[in-house]
């Protein structure tokens, strides 16, 4: 185990570590997602006339739909399947109509989950100028200045940078392009909230850029994984268990609490 994920994981269970991650990840109170009165009053006569079709459509047009069923999102990407296929609708209008109109309103401006506001947080504390450095967008810039610096353009954007600089070939985007003593970092930076499911895949991402295999460049390439969150806790599921067994003293894991420390000490 890398002498940092040993640190990460030290710092997770003995100190303030949730009081220090909130600084990276400040999750904010989940405001309800707005239905225009026009909307609310369609769906109601909709529900109403028993007009499965004109209240299938008008549900699907908003960002939540109030049921969880494996054949919305087709729907939702394909409207013309709604007229061709009348037994899906006549079915999920069924369900619609015996959860009530009232709970169809509440659950159609739901908050958004806490997990989808997480992705632009890491980004935003970069920016915030976090780690004591000069924070760009602009990739010329950020290869050309002579002192640390970070790269905080768009996941796209740096993993375009990554290719055509730093050897890499990875299908993924990245979180984290820094420069710090002439050697460069990249990463993916994940907040895991809990075990399993989407959890587990996102923690397989970062891993998998980890892991990935650099072409040969003229430049010092670091490639370390920025993980956060319930992988800490050591209890004996897969990913707790994985960052305990599953790399050597040459993979670099750890929080982002101690990045900056990380990235002082190249």
Same mark, same amino acid.
């Given at each position: @185990?890398?002498?940092?994920?040993?640190?990460?994981?030290?710092?997770?269970?003995?100190?303030?570590?949730?009081?220090?991650?909130?600084?990276?990840? =400040?999750?904010?109170?989940?405001?309800?997602?707005?239905?225009?009165?026009?909307?609310?009053?369609?769906?109601?006569?909709?529900?109403?006339?028993?007009?499965?079709?004109?209240?299938?459509?008008?549900?699907?047009?908003?960002?939540?739909?109030?049921?969880?069923?494996?054949?919305?999102? %087709?729907?939702?990407?394909?409207?013309?399947?709604?007229?061709?296929? =009348?037994?899906?609708?006549?079915?999920?209008?069924? @369900?619609? %109509?015996?959860?009530?109109?009232?709970?169809?309103?509440?659950?159609?401006?739901? =908050?958004?989950?806490?997990?989808?506001?997480?992705?632009?947080?890491?980004?935003?504390?970069?920016?915030?100028?976090?780690?004591?450095?000069?924070?760009?967008?602009?990739?010329?810039?950020?290869?050309?200045?002579?002192?640390?610096?970070?790269?905080?353009?768009?996941?796209?954007?740096?993993?375009?940078?990554?290719?055509? %600089?730093?050897?890499?070939?990875?299908?993924?985007?990245?979180?984290?392009?820094?420069?710090?003593?002439?050697?460069?970092?990249?990463?993916?930076?994940?907040?895991?909230?809990?075990?399993?499911?989407?959890?587990?895949?996102?923690?397989?991402?970062?891993?998998?850029?980890?892991?990935?295999?650099?072409?040969?460049?003229?430049?010092?390439?670091?490639?370390?994984?920025?993980?956060?969150?319930?992988?800490?806790?050591?209890?004996? @599921?897969?990913?707790?268990?994985?960052?305990?067994?599953?790399?050597?003293?040459?993979?670099?894991?750890?929080?982002?609490?101690?990045?900056?420390?990380?990235?002082?000490?190249?």
């Amino acid at each position: @185990m890398n002498i940092w994920t040993e640190n990460s994981i030290k710092l997770a269970n003995q100190k303030n570590y949730l009081d220090l991650l909130y600084k990276i990840y =400040p999750m904010s109170i989940n405001l309800r997602r707005e239905l225009s009165d026009s909307a609310a009053k369609a769906i109601e006569t909709h529900f109403n006339n028993k007009d499965n079709l004109s209240l299938l459509k008008i549900l699907l047009k908003n960002d939540i739909f109030p049921l969880k069923d494996s054949y919305v999102a %087709y729907l939702k990407k394909d409207n013309s399947a709604i007229d061709r296929n =009348p037994l899906t609708v006549d079915r999920l209008s069924g @369900m619609l %109509y015996e959860l009530g109109l009232d709970e169809i309103i509440e659950r159609s401006s739901a =908050p958004k989950e806490t997990n989808r506001q997480i992705g632009p947080l890491f980004r935003q504390w970069i920016q915030n100028g976090s780690l004591g450095v000069k924070v760009t967008e602009n990739s010329n810039e950020f290869l050309n200045y002579d002192g640390n610096i970070v790269l905080n353009s768009y996941d796209e954007a740096k993993k375009e940078f990554a290719e055509k %600089y730093l050897g890499y070939s990875h299908n993924k985007g990245l979180d984290f392009i820094a420069k710090f003593n002439n050697k460069y970092v990249i990463a993916e930076a994940k907040f895991l909230t809990d075990f399993g499911g989407h959890q587990d895949a996102q923690y397989a991402d970062a891993i998998s850029t980890l892991k990935t295999n650099l072409k040969p460049t003229k430049y010092n390439v670091i490639k370390i994984a920025i993980l956060d969150g319930v992988l800490f806790i050591n209890c004996g @599921m897969k990913t707790s268990k994985s960052i305990r067994s599953d790399f050597d003293d040459s993979e670099i894991i750890l929080s982002a609490v101690l990045l900056r420390d990380f990235l002082f000490s190249l």
